[in-house]
């Protein structure tokens, strides 16, 4: 059974899966999907060519798919947001659309949204994720699985945060953090491996080990970037966690946040 609100405005091409309830005041643009079982308590603005999984549920005043605020936005374009599964998005977060036509901004599944919360244009958002109370993504970042953007924090356009990342609440980021790392600071940078997290997402003693190893040659021991990479490469050859560290600095179009010199006395004991 699907309970829409009389109050609610739903567009007539829009699709709503079975058991959802649109509250009122609701807004469902055109072309609009959303999945089984998914809430929408009241006010929520759904835009124009979005799509929400099931089992999702979305506070009031939220805002999902609505048009970028990418000054390069052509009136009229058709555009993408596409929301995965079981994601809880609280009050006032705004998600925004593609810029350019034919384009997306993406959410996975399970992931955390807390109020105020703010994904621009064409950004990509994996599973798993947490973005605390009036946590920002400028257009085109990527976060990883599992990572973790504290409140109040901003991350500059294009930049990536790897798997299991944690951003410091409060911190500005305008250079790559690297999965399984910790970055706080203004600007921030990588501090020390991210353990619990890793141990929340269900990494063993022997992969955060690995890590953390891996993140002292890179950066602990005074070698050239280049080095320094080759050394943890040959090191840990079977380590797809090492591996990705590696991928990810390889990658890197902005730089990276590297530790600041004064952190490296506190990372020795870790």
Do not use: W
């Amino acid at each position: 059974m699907i309970s829409i609100d009389k109050l609610a405005v739903v567009d007539p091409s829009a699709t709503i899966g079975e058991n959802c309830t649109i509250g009122p005041f609701c807004t469902i643009g055109a072309r609009v999907s959303i999945g089984a079982n998914t809430v929408l308590r009241s006010h929520v603005v759904v835009g124009a060519d979005t799509e929400i999984g099931a089992d999702t549920e979305i506070f009031p005043f939220a805002t999902i798919g609505i048009q970028s605020q990418d000054q390069k936005h052509v009136a009229n374009t058709i555009t993408y947001t596409r929301i995965g599964a079981r994601n809880t998005i609280r009050e006032f977060v705004s998600i925004h659309s593609g810029t350019e036509a034919g384009s997306s901004t993406t959410v996975g599944d399970d992931c955390a949204m807390l109020a105020h919360a703010h994904v621009a244009h064409n950004c990509q958002v994996g599973n798993h994720v947490v973005m605390s109370h009036s946590a920002t993504i400028a257009g085109h970042v990527i976060i990883g699985d599992h990572a973790n953007i504290g409140g109040l924090s901003a991350i500059h356009q294009f930049c990536h945060v790897g798997r299991a990342a944690m951003i410091g609440g409060m911190s500005r980021v305008i250079q790559d953090v690297l999965p399984f790392t910790i970055a706080e600071g203004f600007p921030a940078h990588m501090r020390v491996i991210n353990k619990v997290g890793m141990e929340r997402a269900g990494y063993s003693a022997e992969e955060i080990a690995e890590v953390r190893k891996a993140f002292r040659i890179l950066f602990m021991r005074e070698l050239r970037l280049e080095t320094a990479v080759a050394e943890a490469r040959a090191e840990f050859p079977a380590s797809a966690n090492v591996q990705l560290m590696i991928d990810a600095i390889s990658s890197s179009q902005r730089g990276l946040a590297r530790p600041d010199s004064a952190m490296f006395e506190i990372n020795v004991s870790e």
